[in-house]
């Protein structure tokens, strides 16, 4: 018998930990996520003593969604309708497949998929670019909107990665050339963390 790499082997853990929080609790994918990643939240401090809380602290959320949304499409766990008052909620249980792949310890090799979302430019974005096409700066378009700088410039970066705006019109040729400048007098391009 082969020995297995070490990241096949922490695969198989992933799917044990994931299948064994789904056995002791009844919740649904983001609160379960939450759980399995540790997270501190009020909501989640209820039922943080449970088996394997933070077992795949390591990973981030949208991986551990992942891997959730893996074992539900292999049929491991599925989804159950809890009644409850205002309103129904949907949470995980084990299939029987599920049961016995813990009970056997059975090797599931889980992949690692980060859902990647997609930079929206919605409705506030938009009037943004107004301004910004009217010649205001960051600082006169957030006084005018009540909004932070912060959320001015991320509205610019969201308009310049689709292509809205690009970053000659919102930093001035003074800048540019500085820029052109200093990075001239590199032999080698600095990586970011320098």
Request: hydrophobic share 40%; no cysteine; net charge positive.
């Amino acid at each position: 018998m082969a020995l297995q790499s070490k990241s096949e082997s922490e695969m198989h853990q992933v799917t044990w930990i994931i299948l064994t929080a789904v056995k002791h609790l009844q919740v649904g994918k983001n609160k379960l996520a939450q759980f399995l990643k540790g997270s501190k939240s009020k909501n989640i401090q209820s039922i943080s003593g449970e088996a394997v809380y933070g077992g795949l602290m390591w990973y981030d959320i949208p991986t551990i969604t992942g891997f959730i949304e893996q074992l539900e499409t292999i049929g491991l766990i599925h989804r159950k309708v809890l009644r409850g008052h205002p309103f129904d909620y949907l949470v995980f249980e084990l299939t029987e497949a599920g049961k016995n792949v813990l009970e056997e310890k059975k090797q599931i090799t889980l992949q690692s998929i980060k859902e990647k979302k997609p930079i929206n430019v919605g409705d506030s974005e938009k009037e943004t670019l107004k301004l910004v096409h009217n010649g205001k700066n960051v600082s006169e378009i957030a006084k005018e909107r009540d909004l932070a700088e912060s959320t001015i410039y991320t509205h610019i970066f969201r308009l310049i990665v689709n292509n809205y705006l690009s970053g000659k019109e919102v930093i001035s040729e003074t800048i540019i050339e500085q820029i052109t400048g200093v990075v001239a007098n590199f032999k080698t391009i600095p990586s970011v963390k320098e």
